[in-house]
Nanobody, 118 residues
Framework: QVQLVESGGGLVQPGGSLRLSCAASGSLFSIYAMGWYRQAPGKERDLVAS???????NYADSVKGRFTISRDNAKNTVYLQMNSLKPGDTAVYYCNVLSGSSTPLFAWGQGTQVTVSS
């Protein structure tokens, strides 16, 4: 079991930026594919960005060109840099280890709330 702790969320104005962090426990982080998901009120949790162990990245169309996922294996941490934020990006953001292309492997952390509002 891997423990996941997300941080970095907050309230930001439209057009602003935030950087989310996700710290993972365990010694196998470097071999895991990692993903960032988000869940808006009343909606399903969706994968928005992923990064493989080889640092290949993939993005949902809704965030492509605005969000960047990265990882620091020495710190067991995956990041999500979010730029040009829109009100539609408001959600709780979660990370997880990926099994296959989009299936989360472990229990969810507490997530971090991102609110984009003027």
């Amino acid at each position: 079991q891997v423990q996941l702790v997300e941080s970095g969320g907050g309230l930001v104005q439209p057009g602003g930026s935030l950087r989310l962090s996700c710290a993972a426990s365990g010694s196998l982080f470097s071999i895991y594919a990692m993903g960032w998901y988000r869940q808006a009120p009343g909606k399903e949790r969706d994968l928005v960005a992923s990064i493989t162990s080889g640092r290949t990245t993939n993005y949902a169309d809704s965030v492509k060109g605005r969000f960047t996922i990265s990882r620091d294996n020495a710190k067991n941490t995956v990041y999500l840099q979010m730029n040009s934020l829109k009100p539609g990006d408001t959600a709780v953001y979660y990370c997880n280890v990926l099994s296959g292309s989009s299936t989360p492997l472990f229990a969810w952390g507490q997530g971090t709330q991102v609110t984009v509002s003027s």
